[in-house]
């Protein structure tokens, strides 16, 4: 049973820090693309990061701002968000594949077979 546990959300102010957790279990996704999401109330749920080997991959709104990476002994990732805006606001989501995706693969929502339950970010303007 493959089971992705995110943690680390919780309310920050504007121009603030966060950093979310995403550990995996049930299966060795080392070598495996993992990416984050996010859904705000009323949208769609959007693409925020991925790492897939070396490769990394960042929404425009993002980019700069957060950091994906990973620790493959702990099986976890993480996203490391810094300058939080209010339009940051969102349930995030980790999700990760049983293959690699790059470029704009990696990025698809469709393409990820397993998900955590998400953990809420709130940035207070």
């Known amino acids: 049973q493959v089971q992705l546990v995110e943690s680390g959300g919780g309310l920050v102010q504007a121009g603030g820090s966060r950093r979310l957790s995403c550990t995996a279990s049930?299966?060795?996704?080392?070598?495996?693309?993992m990416g984050w999401f996010r859904q705000a109330p009323g949208k769609e749920r959007e693409f925020v990061a991925a790492?897939?080997?070396?490769?990394?991959y960042y929404a425009d709104s993002v980019k700069g701002r957060f950091t994906i990476s990973r620790d493959n002994g702990k099986n976890t990732v993480y996203l490391q968000m810094n300058s939080l805006e209010h339009e940051d606001t969102a349930v995030y989501y980790c999700?990760?594949?049983?293959?690699?995706?790059?470029?704009?693969?990696?990025?698809?929502?469709?393409?990820?077979?397993?998900w955590g339950q998400g953990t809420q970010v709130t940035v207070s303007s």
């Open positions: 999700a990760t594949a049983m293959t690699n995706y790059y470029s704009a693969q990696a990025g698809q929502a469709g393409r990820y077979p397993y």
């Open positions: 049930g299966r060795t996704f080392s070598r495996y693309t």
């Open positions: 790492v897939s080997g070396f490769d990394t």
